[in-house]
């Protein structure tokens, strides 16, 4: 393949490398998410000091119990969802599972090792194993974890001896096609295995979000809990049914440009319609004073945040939250009210969350997030009051009409509407507000679609593509965002042409872009290209974007 | 008119088919693709009483063992509770006892007691037998029915061949109820709330039109069982 690297910014775009935030689409003052990156947080995952990385993991204070001595009701037992006693009850009445378990420790190797080459296993683009530090395993991406407690047996060897006997970290393995990552986090160990172009750091994110949908499902002072009370614990009991959640995630993790950039999609909206949206929730929750956030999003993208003073949501909290939603089912039956923790927001505990689709004809759902357990009914008699506003203020149909794609929307067809015929996809990230817009918005269905495909297989495929989809275009831009982030010698600007396509990708203080042009493209052509993009997504921010950060 | 509110939870264990119930009776909507229940769903139903109005509030519990310690949230405040097991899950029928003994030393104010063993589709699997289960609601004071919520959808759908004569009719004792005489003149919701709400005499309204949803059609012995009535 000719394939020319050129890491050096060209000169015509120098100038523009720190334009002022006014010239950088999206940017915005203040925002509701909060921007640090997480690719920062992921190097000192990545620290090889132990000591260092369980600091990490043990102090932090409850922003949740903040809160509520600042509205002023006693901190109960939000934190914690179990007494010990009930994990004690609990496990005694289980004995199925660790049952189980102790069968599996007794035939060694013979069967499982045949089970290593069973069609559920081999063949895999990435596996993802995760276990307790004890060796127990608790999930696998494919096949049975049941049957995998001699790999689970191995991994936990590896990882004990090099930090044992090394007082090091076991990171990385690499064979010729394939690495396997580690990543050991509190009582947990997760592993990667991954013939993928994703990179080690990648990897490691993904592996740090399936540990948040842990922590997400049962807060960190549980899970540090109960492994201190019992080592030996099988965490599976407590995870039943949130295996989906975690099968989920990982599927998000591939497909969605969201993860790669830690971002944020909104789903564009016209700007009136939104500002209405917002002021229903305000004019309607302000006096309610336990409610931290009110979320409303539909199809992985959000159209509203309104929020405490003072908080802000982590983009890696709303994709958890994204994945909850898009997992449950059961939230298009009826109102529910679950407890859920956001790691990034506070890992301790639990705030409790009235869940609801905002009308039988609207996919839209509300969320609503506080510190008191007992608030289920003003939440709903909320709930219903925003309902009827957006009907009455029609906003209900701007939101399906931007979830149907339809034809008139500007933001529904950007590559047309902006009619640069050498571009083929884009994905544009605004650094201050960490909101992301691409060329090809993924769509609720295909994504139900991918979940299907990845039932069938998950399978490594040596299939010639025809068209790119923008899956295809996201996979393709990995490395080129792994280049960018890298942490010794991170690129600014890589342009890269061969036979197939072009691809830009550039990072200034603003905003990060990356563009794939036709095969053989002049970088003078792309620099005209990328300012006519640019200039459009500026002057569409307002819709594609959510330009202000309200609070209650 | 009187207008009595009724708090009821539903309890069991994961799969058993509470949410598939609860669905079926309040009959807002129909679903083959009922998935498990996160936290706790929220259903509301008015039913209309000789001499009063209830306003029934239905908490549908989750049954994943994350969601156990919510539990007292939902109990706290209830009128009654409906404990729910599958007929060919044994497990899930002790569950129901863990349930019991956790609601009788937790409980705040008196609680009305309902037993459902659900699946009775199934009968061919079986696993708790109908007498056990019946003595043992009778040792609560608790009436026990057997119901299928699939059945009942199938019934609704208009037909479904082969699958009556279904076992199970035996709830002896002395929380019996007779099949679906009894069961259409007290749906043990209507049952529950109206012990609840202290009107243990009031009859039900079958007909006219006053119940305005869809009643449980609970224990319907032959699939060709008359739909329950509905507004
Ligand atoms: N054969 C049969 N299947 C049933 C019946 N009721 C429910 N099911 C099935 O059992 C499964 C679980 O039903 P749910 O209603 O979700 O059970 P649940 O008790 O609400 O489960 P959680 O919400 O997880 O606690 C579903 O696949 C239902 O279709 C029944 O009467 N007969
Ligand atoms: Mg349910």
Redesign the pocket.
Request: charged share 20%.
């Given at each position: 393949m000719a394939s020319t690297s050129k890491d050096s910014l060209p000169s015509h775009l120098t100038h523009q490398e720190n334009i002022d935030d006014d010239l950088v689409p999206g940017a915005c003052p203040e925002s509701i998410l909060n921007p640090t990156d997480s690719f920062e947080e992921i190097e000192t995952e990545m620290s090889t000091d132990p000591e260092q990385r369980h600091a990490k993991l043990t102090t932090k204070s409850s922003t949740i119990s903040e809160i509520q001595s600042e509205i002023g009701e006693p901190s109960k037992d939000m934190k914690t969802a179990k007494s010990s006693d009930d994990l004690k009850e609990g496990m005694a009445s289980s004995p199925s599972s660790s049952n189980i378990t102790e069968q599996n420790g007794d035939d060694v190797d013979t069967d499982k090792d045949e089970y290593l080459q069973s069609p559920e296993l081999v063949n895999k683009e990435k596996h993802v194993f995760i276990l307790s530090s004890a060796g127990k395993p608790i999930y696998s991406r494919y096949g049975n974890e049941d049957k995998l407690a001699g790999l689970c047996g191995v991994i936990q060897a590896l990882v004990s001896v090099v930090e044992d006997h090394d007082q090091d970290i076991l990171r990385s393995i690499c064979t010729k096609d394939c690495k396997a990552v580690f990543l050991v986090k509190g009582p947990l160990i997760l592993v990667a295995v991954s013939k993928s172009n994703e990179s080690e750091t990648q990897l490691v994110m993904q592996l740090t979000y399936a540990f948040n949908q842990i922590v997400s499902v049962l807060t960190l002072t549980q899970l540090n809990r109960i492994f201190e009370q019992r080592r030996n614990y099988d965490l599976r009991r407590l995870l039943a049914?949130a295996e989906r959640l975690i099968d989920n995630l990982l599927i998000f993790m591939e497909k969605d440009p969201a993860f790669l950039l830690g971002a944020v999609r909104c789903l564009p909206l016209p700007e009136k319609a939104r500002e209405n949206i917002t002021n229903a929730i305000i004019s309607t929750c302000n006096k309610i004073r336990d409610l931290v956030f009110a979320i409303l999003i539909a199809g992985n993208q959000l159209i509203t945040l309104v929020r405490m003073k003072k908080y802000t949501l982590h983009p890696s909290d709303i994709h958890l939250l994204f994945n909850l939603v898009r997992s449950s089912e059961?939230f298009k039956t009826a109102e529910s009210w679950t407890p859920v923790c956001l790691p990034k927001f506070d890992a301790t505990g639990f705030l409790h969350g009235h869940v609801s689709y905002i009308s039988e004809d609207c996919q839209a759902c509300l969320l609503l997030l506080t510190v008191q357990r007992d608030a289920f009914y003003p939440l709903s008699q909320a709930k219903h009051t925003i309902a009827e506003k957006l009907e009455k203020m029609k906003c209900i149909g701007a939101i399906n009409d931007a979830l149907n794609r339809s034809k008139d929307l500007p933001t529904t067809n950007p590559l047309k509407h902006i009619g640069i015929p050498i571009i083929r996809h884009f994905m544009y990230k605004c650094k201050s507000t960490a909101q992301l817009f691409t060329s090809d918005p993924i769509s609720l269905d295909r994504l139900q679609d991918y979940r299907i495909m990845h039932k069938e297989g998950g399978d490594i495929t040596v299939k010639k593509i025809e068209k790119l989809s923008d899956i295809d275009y996201v996979k393709n831009y990995r490395k080129f965002c792994n280049q960018i982030h890298c942490a010794t010698v991170p690129a600014k600007f890589i342009f890269r042409s061969n036979c197939e396509n072009t691809i830009l990708a550039w990072i200034t203080n603003g905003f990060e872009l990356y563009v794939t042009f036709d095969a053989l493209v002049e970088k003078e052509q792309t620099k005209k290209a990328v300012d006519h993009l640019l200039q459009w997504i500026k002057r569409e921010e307002n819709r594609i974007f959510i330009m202000n950060a309200p609070t209650f | 008119m009187k207008v009595i509110e009724a708090k009821i939870v539903v309890l069991?264990?994961?799969?058993?088919?509470?949410?598939?119930?609860v669905?079926r009776y309040i009959g807002k909507m129909f679903s083959?693709h009922?998935?498990?229940?996160i936290g706790a769903s929220f259903f509301t139903c008015n039913i209309n009483l000789a001499e009063a109005r209830v306003k029934l509030q239905v908490w549908?519990?989750?049954?994943?063992e994350r969601f156990r310690s919510m539990a007292p949230m939902y109990y706290r405040n209830a009128n009654a509770a409906l404990l729910?097991f599958?007929i060919t899950c044994r497990a899930s029928f002790a569950a129901v006892k863990g349930w019991v003994k956790e609601l009788q030393s937790n409980a705040a104010g008196p609680l009305v007691l309902a037993l459902v063993g659900?699946?009775?589709?199934?009968a061919a699997a079986r696993a708790v037998p109908a007498t056990d289960a019946a003595r043992y609601a009778a040792a609560l004071g608790a009436p026990y029915t057997e119901?299928?919520?699939?059945?009942?959808a199938a019934s609704r759908r208009g037909g479904c061949g082969g699958c009556g004569g279904v076992g199970g009719r035996g709830a002896r004792g002395a929380a019996r109820l007779e099949p679906a005489h009894a069961a259409r003149r007290h749906p043990a919701p209507a049952l529950l709330l109206a012990a609840a709400a202290g009107a243990a005499g009031a009859e039900v309204s079958a007909g006219g039109g006053r119940v305005e949803l869809p009643a449980w059609s609970l224990h319907t012995p032959r699939a060709d069982t008359p739909r329950p009535l509905c507004c």
């Open positions: 049914g059961s | 069991g264990s994961q799969g058993v088919g509470k949410t598939s119930l669905v083959r009922i998935s498990p229940t549908d519990t989750a049954g994943q729910v599958d659900n699946k009775a589709d199934l119901t299928s919520a699939l059945r009942s």
